[in-house]
């Protein structure tokens, strides 16, 4: 029989107990296990930045992470961001009025890029928001709204 | 579930660590930042049957300075190393080079000791860490050893690190004064593998000769490679134009041995290397004439 591991974990506040194999990725974790499928997978293999959440408040890629290092740890994925439908994130806020999505598959990740990246870079140049999203693979828009919607979050994140 | 099934452990001590990897042997590997290993596993390429992950090991996270030199844990996170201030002062080729080395969310994870263990040739750090002649402290269960830099990196993905031994510390001796650096790299995108890469460092003497001159290559052979007679064709001179020229062709032409890949041919990445070797050389002469006046 395959051996299990428990897994206590923080998500957006909330905390989860869970036993997993050892090799489910955290990424399958959040969608499969806790039923938090905001974290988009896409090339499963640290390319495409779409799985980006924030352990402990940084920036990492889960399907990088097996859920069983998360233990003890603070997740926070796109979820965590809106307080409801109606009152969205000044960030998810400026992506809609700057048209920073289109299909929305990257989204989450980018938005989970940006969160931290704003709050220690809160007046960023374009090169240090292109820099920033160098990680993050968006294959509709072209970035340049994406651009657009970074830069008018800086402002009403102020 | 993307990886083949495997035992895990999350030791939070470098001797339990070290105990477990020599019980498990080669059916064992260390996980350090995961952000080569775990996609490698993600493929199925590689099935460690036990993965010792070494996150929760406090004691090898750190960077201190010590007189002379620096001293870095082998689990510090490359994102630390990017914002160090003390690294930034001490070593500025290291931070110079931080910023390229793959993408924000990846340095937040991946670590020192981490991409050095996996000697990639196509990475920065081995490139910086031979450039630097850091010096790299391994341990198994029964005692430590050094290891410098040069003997360290043996080949592709391949270290001179045995089965039951990990790398615990990295020793970077200080740059000395009148010393110039320079990292200079050409990726399609930014954060992705570079093409072609060069580190430079160069010291002079007081009339402004040239002491000793370092040229290391990412993504020019089977490791980090150095071009020694390029180097040494600059020593005991005061570099100009044509010296820096030689220097060039010979470390392009001569010394370094760049495969090709699906996105470049080895003849552009011997353009590359020697377009580079004149732009990192007369940045780093900049820099030690301005430590000259200092």
């Known amino acids: ?158 | 579930m993307k990886p083949a099934p495997f035992e895990y452990y999350a030791p939070d001590s470098i001797e339990q660590a070290l105990d477990l990897l020599r019980e498990h042997g080669e059916s064992a590997r260390l996980l350090a930042g995961g952000q080569s290993l775990v996609p490698t596993m993600n493929f199925r390429v590689v099935q460690p049957g036990v993965l010792i992950d070494l996150n929760r090991v406090e004691e090898l996270k750190y960077i201190r300075e010590e007189d002379a030199t620096l001293r870095i844990g082998a689990m510090t996170r490359e994102r630390e190393l990017e914002v160090d201030p003390v690294i930034a002062r001490k070593t500025p080729l290291l931070a110079e080079a931080m910023p390229h080395v793959a993408h924000p969310q990846i340095r937040n994870r991946g670590t020192l000791g981490g991409s050095l263990a996996n000697a990639d040739p196509a990475a920065e750090l081995p490139v910086i860490m031979l450039a630097l002649r850091a010096r790299l402290k391994v341990r198994n269960a029964d005692g430590e050893r050094w290891v410098g830099a040069r003997e360290f990196f043996v080949g592709m993905f391949a270290t001179d690190l045995a089965a039951d031994e990990m790398l615990v510390e990295i020793e970077l001796p200080s740059t000395p004064p009148r010393t110039g650096w320079s990292f200079m790299e050409v990726a399609p995108r930014a954060g992705d593998y570079a093409l072609m890469g060069v580190a430079a460092l160069v010291t002079l003497d007081e009339e402004r000769r040239c002491t000793q001159a370092r040229l290391v290559y990412l993504n020019a052979g089977d490791g980090p490679v150095e071009a020694k007679e390029a180097g040494s064709a600059l020593e005991g001179k005061i570099p100009d134009a044509e010296s820096i020229n030689e220097a060039a062709e010979l470390a392009s032409q001569k010394e370094i041995n760049p495969f090709g890949n699906i996105h470049t041919s080895p003849e552009f990445q011997r353009h590359l290397a020697g377009v580079l070797t004149r732009k990192t050389l007369n940045q780093a002469l900049e820099r030690a004439q301005g430590n000259v006046l200092q």
């Not at chain 1, 296990?33 to 924030?54: K, W």
């Not at chain 1, 859920?67 to 961001?81: K, P, R, S």
């Not at chain 1, 000044?90 to 989970?112: D, N, R, V």
């Open chain 1, 1 to 158: 029989m395959t051996q299990t591991y428990a897994v206590a974990v923080t998500v957006n506040g909330v905390s989860y107990k869970r036993t997993v194999e050892a090799r489910m990725l955290l990424s399958d974790f959040l969608r499969h296990e806790l039923g938090l499928t905001g974290t988009h997978v896409g090339c499963e293999h640290g390319v495409c930045g779409a799985c980006t959440i924030l352990l402990d408040g940084e920036s990492v890629r889960s399907c990088l992470m097996f859920a069983v290092q998360a233990d003890g740890h603070n997740v926070t994925t796109v979820e965590g961001l809106a307080h409801d439908r109606d009152d969205l994130h000044p960030l998810q806020q400026a992506f809609w009025e700057a048209h920073g999505l289109q299909c929305g598959y990257c989204t989450p990740g980018i938005l989970m890029t940006l969160i931290p990246f704003l709050k220690q870079t809160p007046d960023p140049t374009e090169e240090e928001i292109r820099h920033a999203l160098s990680g993050n693979l968006c294959r509709c828009t072209g970035y340049q709204h994406i651009v657009d919607a970074v830069k008018l979050a800086a402002v009403k994140m102020k």
